[in-house]
C-alpha cells in the first residue's frame, strides 16, 4: 500500500513540475526587487521586455518554422508610433496606447501579406529589407522621428512611475502576454502552426490554407513586439533609432537559438543571458560583441536546440475535415 501511495505521489510530481517551475520562477522575479540594488531593477525590467519581445518572435521562428529576419521593424514600430503619438500630437497615455497598437496590427497585415508572397528564402529578405527600410525612414524624417536623436519626454503611468512599481507592471503585462500565447499555442491553431514547421505540404495536401496561418501568425507575433516596443519607450523615456536597427533583430534571434527556439522558455531564458551579458560585460570589454559572437558559436554547436533543448517530436495535425477542389484549395 505504502509503495502505492509512493509511487502515486511520484507520478504527481513529475506530471506537475514544469508547474511548479512556473511557480517558483514567477515567485523569484516577484521578490527580486526586494533583494536587489535598485540599479539592477532597471535592468531585469529591461530582460523582462527583451523576454516578451523574444518570445513573440519564437511563434514564428520556432514553433512554425518561419524566418523573421527583421523583427525589430515591430518593436520600433510600436515605440514610434506611441512616441510620435505622445510627443508630437500630444495624445494622454491611454488612447495612445491603443492607436499605436492598431497601428501595429494594421501595418504588420500590409508588410506580412507583402512577405508571404514568394517562397521561404524570399519572406526572410523581405523581411529583413522592410527592418532596413524603416531604419532608413527612422533616421531620414527627423521633423517626426528625431532622427538619431530619437524622441524623448514619454511619461510612464502616473501610479506605476516609480521604479520598482513599473517593474511589478511590466511583470504582469508580461505574464499576461506569456498566458495568452501559451493559450494560443497549445490550441488547434498552434498545432497547426508546428505542422508547418514539421511538414507544411501535408498541410496544403489536407487542403489548408498554410499562407492563411502564417499570415495571422506573423500579425500576433507583430502585435507582441509592439508591445514590447511601447514598454521599453516607458523604461527608458524615450524612442530611439537603436529600436529599429538590424542588429536588434539578430539579437532577438540569438535569444532564441541560445535558450532553445523549440522550448516555450527558451527566448525567456536567452533574453536574459544575453541582456545581463551586454549590459555588464560592455562596461569593461570594448569588443564584447566579439565574446557574445563567440558565445554564439559554442551554444549553436554544444547545445544543438539551445540550453532548454527539446527531442523533436513530430507534431500530430488536428483533423479537419474537407471537401477538395480540383484545383487542390478548399471547397465551401
Same mark, same amino acid.
Given at each position: 500500500?505504502?509503495?502505492?501511495? @509512493? ?5 504527481? *510530481? ?18 527580486? &526587487?526586494?533583494?536587489?540594488?535598485? +540599479?539592477?531593477? +532597471?535592468? /531585469? ?27 525589430? %521593424? ?20 491611454? =488612447? ?5 497598437? /492598431? ?51 514619454? &511619461? ?6 516609480? %521604479?520598482?512599481?513599473? #517593474? ?9 502576454? #506569456?498566458? !495568452? ?16 514547421? @514539421?511538414? @507544411? ?11 492563411? #496561418? +502564417?499570415?495571422?501568425?506573423?500579425? *500576433? ?29 539578430? +539579437? ?14 527558451? &527566448? ?7 541582456? *545581463? ?8 570589454? /570594448? ?9 554564439? !558559436? ?8 539551445? *540550453? ?17 477542389? =480540383? ?6
Amino acid at each position: 500500500m505504502n509503495l502505492k501511495v @509512493e509511487d502515486l505521489m511520484t507520478r504527481i *510530481i513529475i506530471r506537475n513540475k514544469p508547474i511548479g517551475f512556473l511557480i517558483a520562477g514567477v515567485i523569484i522575479v516577484a521578490v527580486l &526587487p526586494l533583494i536587489i540594488p535598485s +540599479q539592477w531593477i +532597471q535592468l /531585469f525590467t529591461q530582460v523582462l521586455i527583451m523576454a516578451l519581445f523574444a518570445t513573440g518572435l519564437n511563434m514564428e521562428m520556432g514553433y512554425a518554422g518561419m524566418m523573421p529576419l527583421g523583427q525589430a %521593424t515591430f518593436l520600433g514600430l510600436g515605440a514610434y508610433s506611441f512616441g510620435i503619438l505622445i510627443v508630437k500630437a500630444h495624445m494622454s497615455l491611454a =488612447p495612445a496606447i491603443v492607436l499605436a497598437l /492598431f497601428i501595429c496590427l494594421i501595418v504588420n497585415a500590409i508588410i506580412g501579406f507583402l512577405c508571404l508572397r514568394g517562397k521561404p528564402m524570399t519572406f526572410g529578405l523581405l523581411h529583413m529589407a522592410f527592418n532596413i527600410l524603416f531604419t532608413t525612414i527612422v533616421a531620414k524624417w527627423i521633423p517626426i522621428t528625431g532622427g538619431d536623436v530619437g524622441l524623448s519626454g514619454i &511619461p510612464r503611468p502616473h501610479i506605476f512611475a516609480g %521604479t520598482v512599481p513599473f #517593474y511589478y507592471m511590466v511583470l504582469g503585462l508580461v505574464l499576461i502576454c #506569456y498566458l !495568452i500565447i501559451s493559450t494560443i499555442m497549445n490550441s488547434p491553431f498552434g498545432k497547426i502552426a508546428q505542422g508547418l514547421r @514539421e511538414n @507544411e505540404e501535408r498541410l496544403i495536401f489536407l487542403g489548408i490554407n498554410t499562407k492563411r #496561418y +502564417q499570415l495571422i501568425l506573423f500579425i *500576433i507575433s507583430g502585435f507582441f513586439a509592439g508591445v514590447a516596443g511601447i514598454l521599453l519607450a516607458m523604461l527608458n523615456r524615450g524612442v530611439f533609432s537603436s529600436y529599429v536597427q538590424i542588429i536588434l533583430s539578430a +539579437q532577438a534571434m540569438m535569444m532564441c537559438l541560445i535558450g532553445g527556439a523549440y522550448s516555450f522558455w527558451g &527566448p525567456t531564458l536567452g533574453a536574459a543571458l544575453i541582456v *545581463i551579458f551586454s549590459n555588464t560585460v560592455s562596461n569593461y570589454v /570594448f569588443y564584447w560583441q566579439g565574446i557574445l559572437g563567440v558565445i554564439m !558559436i559554442v551554444t549553436v554547436l554544444g547545445f544543438r536546440g539551445g *540550453i532548454l533543448r527539446k527531442r523533436s517530436v513530430k507534431t500530430n495535425v488536428p483533423d479537419v475535415s474537407v471537401n477538395k477542389s =480540383p484545383s487542390g484549395g478548399t471547397a465551401g
